[in-house]
């Protein structure tokens, strides 16, 4: 188990093994199907995508007293379709559930980035691992806007890391 503090280097990144636990603590973004849309679409997206991961996910409404409600993450391959303009435009981690397609492996291999698996079904206990959650693009979208996570020990698996490890094809 690796103890990561976000942002996190590329020099961290090359050191990530496919299988891996993580326990993730700091700044990601949240951002799904129709934010991805407008982020593909404008010149830039509005956070730094080099370094603040990406995470896949849409959070319910948050309960009296609480930062955010159940905020598990979506399937990624879902996601395929914005992808590639993603990583031309910087992403270089991701954070989402199940198999993505040979290309997309291909593209990430390619651009350098690395596809970090956060367990499905486990939206309530990811949501006692967020601090804070900032709406920070597209309000208007509800749950789907883009918003800046703080998080706390997040568990996650590298499925993708740098070097061809995919915890899909073992």
């Given at each position: 188990m690796r103890f990561v503090t976000l942002p996190v280097s590329q020099e961290t990144l090359l050191d990530l093994r496919a299988g891996e636990q993580v326990i993730l603590s700091g700044t990601v973004a949240a951002a799904r199907d129709a934010a991805h849309s407008?982020?593909?679409g404008a010149e830039s997206v509005p956070f730094d995508i080099g370094t603040i991961p990406v995470f896949y996910m849409?959070?319910?409404?948050?309960?009296?007293?609480h930062v955010i409600g159940s905020c598990g993450p979506t399937t990624s391959s879902r996601m395929e379709q914005f992808i590639p303009q993603m990583l031309r435009m910087g992403m270089r981690t991701v954070i989402g559930k199940g198999e993505m397609s040979s290309g997309i492996r291909h593209l990430f291999l390619e651009y350098g980035a690395?596809?970090?698996?956060?367990?499905?079904?486990?939206?309530?206990?990811?949501?006692?691992?967020?601090?804070s959650k900032k709406i920070i693009a597209w309000e208007y979208l509800g749950p789907e806007a883009v918003s800046l996570l703080e998080l706390c020990r997040l568990p996650v698996f590298v499925?993708?890391?740098?070097?061809?490890?995919?915890?899909?094809?073992?």
């Open positions: 407008l982020m593909t849409g959070p319910s409404p948050a309960p009296p007293g690395v596809y970090l698996a956060a367990t499905g079904g486990a939206g309530a206990l990811a949501s006692t691992r967020i601090k499925a993708w890391d740098l070097h061809g490890g995919n915890i899909f094809s073992r």
